[in-house]
Each structure stands twice: as structure tokens, then as C-alpha cells.
């Protein structure tokens, strides 16, 4: 399967996809996590897409997921990254929402010797410049 990419001088509404995704940080601002769902199939996504790997449609509409999830999988890490390092050992893991996509993200708060997949998670929002990411789940209590 290809698609063409030659331009027919059709007139098409497109924004840039900078916009449409910018409303995913504007959102991450409020403490509110978006996702984008698909009108015809009912697909969420998480990073949200404009439009739907199943259908190739674009008719796609922004919701907030719940940010809370159980644990699908996971990586213990113990050579972090510069900006992590004074975290020590970090985990970073695939959160299932409960009503979405799997989410990849760092899991602040868990031990390695605690993390297990089925774990329940939520979000917790950050502000972190020097890490460059604006959440992280931890485990629900
Ligand atoms: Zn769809």
C-alpha cells in the first residue's frame, strides 16, 4: 500500500499537524491528558494521531483520558540517562489505560523491587524542564 503524495491542486483543509498536536501540551497545561478518538471506528489513540491507522480517516475528536491504567509492561533501567540520573535506577513502563491506549512513561515512585505488571497506576503531572517530560505515573494506593 503507497499513497500518492502528488498534489491534484485539490483544496484541502489540512493544519498543520504542529496545531492540531499543540492542543495535546496545551492540554498537559491544565493537568488534563488528550488523547484523539476516532468518529467512525471509535479508535483512541494515545499519542494522539489526526487520523485513524484503521480507517484513514481524519475525522478524529479530542478527548480526555482518565490518566489511570494497570501496568502492561516494563523496563528497569539502571544506567539512566544523564538528566535522570540523579533518580538512580528508573523503570520505565507501558501503562494500559483504563479507557485507552497504552501509555509509555516514566514510573516516579516505584521501586524496582516493587514494580509488577498489573500494578495500578495514575498520573501524576510534573513540570520538569531538565527532564523534558511533563508526567509520570505512580502507583495508586
Ligand atoms: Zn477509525
Redesign the pocket.
Known sequence: MSKSQSSSGLQQPSQPFITKVGKFFEGLKENKLLGTK?K??G?TYFPPRVD?A??L?DEMEWIELSGEGELATFTVNTTPPESFSKYGTYIIGIVKLNDGPPVMTWLKDVKPEDVKVGMKLKIEFIESPELGIKYSFVPVD
Open positions: 476516532c467512525k471506528c479508535t485513524c484503521k480507517c480517516t
